[in-house]
């Protein structure tokens, strides 16, 4: 029996990118209309859908789910515990300032919840093992993944790890081609499919470093290479592409890892920190 996604809003959202286009435009519709498959039998949502029955079936089961009639019921669930999901909340071009807030409040609070919901504690735990015995960590990303990469690189060097974030694909290669084995990369893309990402992410496995991704798609290429990969969420809309929309769901799993080594190596980060605000204090009051 197929096992149900923890999250079917989340599931649909991040295996979007992997579906045939007719499954797409199905799982489309789910998103931006839960309320339509809670509400109706498989005929009137192939109707809806424009179709058919069979093309639904297999789109739920790509979807993880084993027929509609599973996915209809994991829906229900879900809005019966969030009934806002129920409510299309797009932005809109003419929305007040008002509307604007709690509109992206809510996303970004979907997100968060979607994203804690399907992060897997076991992948996780072996993320912060690997990176607290790593000799190097590289993290890789680009525009709106590169600011989270750097917020890590951040915060592993705040706690006393050798770390690197790279945007740039010619220098992200240059490293990652003489990372080796106890050398962590981890690599940052929403969709997975990112050259300047995916690319020097091979590199540093062929090379023999353990490789993490963080991906909004978990049938991604960048998934498919890395040794772990951990799920982000975030809702695209008109003017919050997917990059954007993932961004804050990715800083939640880099906060995930950074306490997780916080707490595995608590004596020496705490030293970390101490030796390191001592020195931003001193500067400051030079």
């Not at 992997?18 to 799982?27: D, E, F, G, V, Y």
């Not at 129920?86 to 970004?108: C, F, N, Q, S």
């Not at 690189?153 to 006393?160: A, C, F, P, V």
């Not at 961004?247 to 030796?275: H, K, M, N, W």
Request: proline share 5%; with cysteine; glycine share 6%.
């Amino acid at each position: 029996m197929t096992a149900e996604p923890a999250n079917p809003v989340a599931a649909v959202r991040a295996l979007m990118p992997s579906l045939t286009p007719a499954a797409k435009s199905i799982a489309r519709l789910i998103l931006d209309d839960p309320g339509l498959v809670v509400r109706s039998t498989i005929t009137e949502f192939s109707a809806a859908s424009g179709t058919s029955e069979a093309t639904v079936v297999r789109t739920a089961r790509a979807l993880g789910f084993t027929g509609y009639s599973q996915l209809r019921f994991a829906l229900a669930a879900a809005v019966a515990k969030e009934p806002e999901r129920l409510v299309p909340g797009d932005l809109g071009p003419d929305d007040p300032l008002t509307d604007v807030i709690a509109k992206v409040a809510r996303a970004e609070a979907e997100a968060l919840a979607d994203t804690a919901a399907q992060l897997d504690p076991d992948q996780l735990g072996e993320v912060v093992e690997a990176i607290s015995d790593a000799r190097r960590v590289d993290v890789y990303g680009v525009a709106a993944s590169g600011l989270v990469a750097c917020d890590m690189s951040q915060k592993l060097l705040r706690i006393g790890l050798s770390s690197h974030p790279f945007s740039d694909a010619h220098l992200a290669l240059t490293s990652a081609a003489l990372l080796r084995k106890g050398d962590v990369a981890v690599a940052i893309s929403c969709g997975g499919e990112t050259p300047d990402v995916l690319v020097p992410a091979r590199t540093a496995a062929e090379g023999g470093a353990l490789v993490v991704a963080i991906t909004n798609n978990p049938r991604s290429s960048l998934a498919g290479l890395a040794h772990h990969t951990l799920v982000s969420a975030g809702r695209e809309t008109a003017f919050r592409p997917g990059a954007l929309a993932s961004r804050i769901s990715q800083l939640l799993i880099v906060d995930c890892i950074f306490v997780g080594l916080a707490q595995r190596r608590y004596d020496t980060a705490e030293a970390a920190i101490r030796a390191t605000r001592h020195a931003t204090d001193r500067y400051r009051n030079r």
